[in-house]
């Protein structure tokens, strides 16, 4: 110490001279006061280091006695407000409901609770409440060093982990087959169909309740149930009859169960309640609510999915991280919500969008898979269920490298191979036509400058030549040059594609003839002749291929409009030397006649030869349609994906607010992924996926199978579909609806397989008459000893009509259908149609999904505007669906119809004409009253007025 001053002394007793002699006096003066600094430090440390080190801080004697005298009356063994208590270790680590540890080992400055006792939270909360209450600096001091010191915390309430965290709530229970009751009365037991856990749950509960069961409702109104509740659309009379033909057996009545399930119609119409969950739309929403006009493959995946009666474990994983394991569309769920394409300059609004686009893939499919509100412990743990906001900010980091987008995907072998097939039909169809053709043959649009296609019989080839003999102007350039073996790309550079021109235009590097086959689109890669008006490409491949198809463009993106091929050959050739001419500009109609059409002559010809050449031509049409729609799904509005960057817990979810970075995880009460922070992003999708879909999940199989119970009876076992966590409402019958889950996973989760255990139940097809003494106990039908009635929804309404009418078109799957003019503005605005044509009377299910905005006729009836995962749709009855449904357009149009169809298949008789009626719109004969009154009224009303009525009737719009 002694010898430490003692240079203090010398250096400040040196001359300022000495130092100014190397710098000026005040940086002189600076230096020494520095050094000066340093030695006191330096002293100060020193004096420190011989002074006896201070004790520890001993939590029994010190801490614990603060703690509760301060703390524990709110935050003890019979208080816990906020969800957190002083007393135990675990419980200050974990933190309360801010998802801020209250307590961070060794590091005071990061515990909330020395922040919360400082009253310095970003909240403006200082504890205790109470001024009179607050810890002094001593006390805080204390409690600084305690943290600091690495809050040690003996005895049995010292644990890090809390030991008797059990997870009590039911759902939370694994899935345990429950032993079926025994039925002791013998009538009963037989009417309960021992062998279907369904029957035996609901009469158990029937009993509990002091209840019985109504009979089982006549067979022609139960097959008029089946059609609607399954297919959303009613029996055809043939069908009908053909239906009663049948003894009323119990196995009669199962094989017309699996004929029903066996429809296509079916997926159409059980897709629509999982669209309506995972809030699939066909455009952006918000303000500018912009097209996505390659959502749909989606759809039509899905549809297809419940078709086939794909696994539902492995129905969830292809949503998830269908792009890892084969099926790509797929994850068209990930991003089929809302988009807010507006980006702000604003660093702190842009990052609060993301956060929110995030928001919207965990709390949807938290909500849909596994029914919790995860969404809940954003920016606080949450406030009923053991998911802590790092659980949230785990879940995050699973999707936090899913962006919104188009993605090019992969054609599968099956698709290649009837894009082949369709496109050879096409080219056979069109030379069959050609003789019937007047004016012109156009087999091809006309150009466009951003992508123009050549299909022809398929050739072998090694080359290919595109001459160009005319543009609209300057030099023609071409973007990029595709050939096609099947869905392959040959003459890309990539897999050895080498191309030669007749003279390239010099001096521009974005335009050189590398470009024409880099794989890359856009102005800024293309190439450009030198030759004004005119030029030569020629690009040969390694291999003989068999070529059917040619891709150009003048620029993909669209900014360009110059310089485009007007009048141009393309060739093939074998050797290089010899050429075959497969296609030019003659097949194209002039630019500017985009709308151009072939037309036919027929006039002339015989009745039979008109009739099969009218037919060759909707094939045509057909065939054109499906290579549409087939080529369409290579581009998919199914997200992109990019290896994100850390994720953090962010305190009350404020984006700049950053804590500690959290690893991807999934709800950790329940189960753990794994993985590390760093993991690559598709592994996050795939183990999050494989989580959900476990069997020891206890949570997926329950909330599927009260969906589909839900599906066939109206509302389900647990009234609360999207939320089975504690602020949920629990299952009236828990014992049936973990039998059902357990039937699910035990059938390679087969949801035909829950279909058919409901639909063949005594429960479902019991008759909806209501009976007094019923009612005086279970007024709601919550215990089910009846069928619950109900009035149909928006689509199998539409559906119905049409099908009725007559002219349903029942063609299945690709690009929908538009109830909408659309202004396109920047900001898109959307006309509801008031006139409609054969466009239009597909199923509703294919209906462009406009999100925000509903239709003229049906959006009255409770259709979710796909902002928000719908579980349950609401069931209003309002004057303006009354009206709606008796002066629209639609219904005037569909009234008009159906009377000429009467009119047409019953003509000379009102009696058969009602007959008919009945039949097609109840699926039963009419009373001979009903029959009376309804040829009364045709006569003094007319036959309109009498389809309007059918249309407008109870009957028709309810399953009862």
């Known amino acids: 110490m002694r010898q430490m001053f003692e240079t203090f002394l010398n250096l400040v007793s040196v001359p300022m001279t000495n130092l100014s002699s ?9 230096v020494r006061f520095m050094m000066l600094g340093i030695m006191i430090v330096l002293a100060v440390g020193s004096a420190l280091n011989v002074l006896p080190a201070a004790e520890k801080v001993d939590y029994q004697t010190q801490i614990k006695p603060l703690l509760e005298l301060k703390c524990l009356g709110c ?86 982990e809390n030991p008797d965290q059990t997870i009590t709530h039911w759902s939370f229970q694994p899935v345990i087959r429950p032993q079926l009751p025994v039925i002791k009365n013998a009538a009963v037991a037989e009417s ?42 009613p029996p055809t009379p043939e069908e009908m009859q053909a239906a009663l033909a049948e003894d009323d057996t119990p196995e009669t009545w199962q094989l017309l169960v699996e004929q029903v ?35 749909w493959p989606y759809r039509d995946y899905v549809i297809r999915s419940l078709n086939e009666d794909k696994p539902y474990h492995q129905f969830l994983r292809e949503q998830l991280a269908g792009d890892s394991i084969g099926v790509p569309e797929a994850t068209g769920y990930l991003v089929a919500g809302p988009y807010d394409i507006v980006k702000s300059p604003d660093i702190n609004l842009t990052l609060m969008q993301r956060q929110n686009e995030l928001d919207d893939m965990i709390s949807t499919t938290s909500s849909v898979f596994v029914g919790l509100t995860v969404g809940c412990a954003r920016c606080h743990n949450h406030k009923f269920d053991p998911i802590s906001q790092k659980d949230y900010y785990g879940l995050q980091a699973v999707f936090a490298g899913v962006r919104h987008g188009d993605r090019a995907i992969p054609a599968t072998e099956q698709r290649s191979q009837e894009l082949a097939s369709l496109r050879t039909e096409k080219i056979r169809m069109e030379d069959e036509l050609r003789p019937y053709v007047k004016g012109p043959v156009f087999t091809r649009p006309a150009l466009t400058p951003k992508m123009n296609e050549e299909q022809f019989s398929s050739t072998e080839a090694r080359f290919v030549r595109f001459t160009i003999r005319q543009t609209n102007s300057s ?39 590398a470009h024409i086959n880099d794989g890359i689109y856009g102005n800024s890669k293309s190439w450009i002749s030198n030759q004004q008006g005119k030029g030569t490409v020629t690009i040969a491949w390694p291999d003989l291929q068999k070529i059917d198809r040619i891709r150009w463009g003048r620029d993909r993106d669209g900014a360009f409009a110059d310089r485009l091929a007007t009048e141009y050959v393309f060739e093939l050739s074998v050797n290089g030397e010899t050429w075959t001419e497969v296609a030019s500009s003659a097949a194209r109609p002039p630019m500017g006649n985009e709308s151009a059409v072939t037309e036919y002559q027929l006039d002339s010809l015989a009745e039979n030869e008109r009739a099969t050449v009218e037919q060759k031509i909707r094939r045509l049409s057909a065939v054109e349609q499906s290579i549409r729609n087939l080529e369409a799904m290579n581009l998919v509005y199914a997200g992109t994906f990019e ?174 259908y538009s109830a909408f003019d659309v202004d396109l503005e920047n900001v898109r605005h959307y006309f509801p149609r008031k006139s409609y044509g054969p466009t239009e009377w597909r199923r509703m299910i294919y209906m462009t999904k406009v999100r925000q905005e509903q239709d003229s006729v049906f959006g009255l009836f409770d259709c979710p505007d796909a902002s928000t995962s719908v579980a349950a749709r609401s069931r209003s009855t309002t004057p303006l669906q009354a009206l709606n449904l ?59 007025a009498f389809c309007r009525a059918i249309f407008n009737s109870n009957e028709f719009l309810f399953i009862d």
């Open 475 to 513: 030099e023609p350039c071409v973007d990029e040059l595709e050939v096609f073996s099947g869905e392959t790309n040959v003459a890309l550079a990539a897999a050895g594609g080498v191309p030669t021109s007749s003279g390239d235009l010099q001096g521009y590097p974005i335009h050189q003839l």
């Open 22 to 30: 190397q710098t000026d006096a005040p940086t002189a003066v600076r």
């Open 886 to 944: 008796f002066n629209s357009s639609f219904t005037l149009q569909q009234v008009e119809i159906f009377a000429k169809r009467l009119e047409a298949e019953r003509p000379g008789s009102r009696k058969d004409q009602v007959e008919l009626a009945w039949m097609l719109a109840f699926g039963r004969h009419p009373e001979s009253e009903e029959t009376h009154e309804a040829t009364a009224f045709i006569e003094e009303e007319g036959i309109q």
């Open 643 to 816: 290896q994100p960057e850390p994720t953090h817990r962010l305190f009350r979810g404020d984006p700049l607010a950053k804590r500690e970075e959290v690893a991807p995880e999934t709800i950790t009460v329940l189960g753990t992924l794994g993985l590390t922070n760093n993991a690559p992003e598709s592994e996050r999708r795939l183990a999050f996926a494989n989580w959900v879909a476990s069997n020891e999940n206890p949570l997926t199989a329950r909330v599927i199978c009260n969906r589909l119970w839900q599906f066939h009876f109206g509302k389900g076992l647990v009234a609360t579909p999207g939320d089975f966590g504690v602020a949920g409402v629990a299952p009236t019958h828990p014992e049936l609806l973990d039998w059902l889950a357990a039937e699910l996973m035990d059938n390679n989760w087969s949801l035909k397989h829950i279909h058919r255990l409901i639909l063949n139940s005594s429960t479902w097809q019991q008759s909806s008459v209501p009976r007094e003494d019923a009612l005086a106990i279970d007024a709601g039908t919550q215990y089910w000893w009846r069928f619950p009635p109900r009035r149909l929804e928006a689509e199998p309404i539409r559906d119905s009509i049409l099908s009725v009418s007559g002219v349903l078109d029942r063609s299945v799957g690709g690009p929908g």
């Open 261 to 295: 399930l066996e429809s296509p119609h079916y997926g159409e119409r059980w897709s629509r309640y999982w669209l309506d969950l995972v809030r699939f739309a066909e455009t952006t929403g918000f303000e500018t609510n912009r097209e996505r006009p390659n959502a």
């Open 75 to 160: 935050h003890g063994p019979e208080t816990q407000e906020s969800h957190l208590r002083v007393d135990r270790k675990w419980s200050l680590l974990k933190g309360g409901d801010s998802g801020e540890p209250a307590i961070v080992e060794l590091k005071s400055a990061e515990s909330h609770l020395i922040q919360l006792v400082l009253g310095k939270d970003s909240s403006g909360k200082a504890m205790p409440p109470e001024p009179e209450d607050r810890l002094s600096t001593e006390e805080v001091s204390l409690l600084i060093r305690w943290i600091d010191e690495g809050a040690e915390w003996p005895g049995e309430f010292g644990q890090r």
């Open 192 to 233: 309960a169909k021992a062998e279907n856990g369904v029957d035996v749950w609901i009469q158990e509960s029937l009993r509990t309740h002091q209840l019985s069961p109504n009979p089982v409702a006549p067979k022609r109104q139960r097959v008029r149930r089946l059609y609607l509740d399954v297919l959303g659309l």
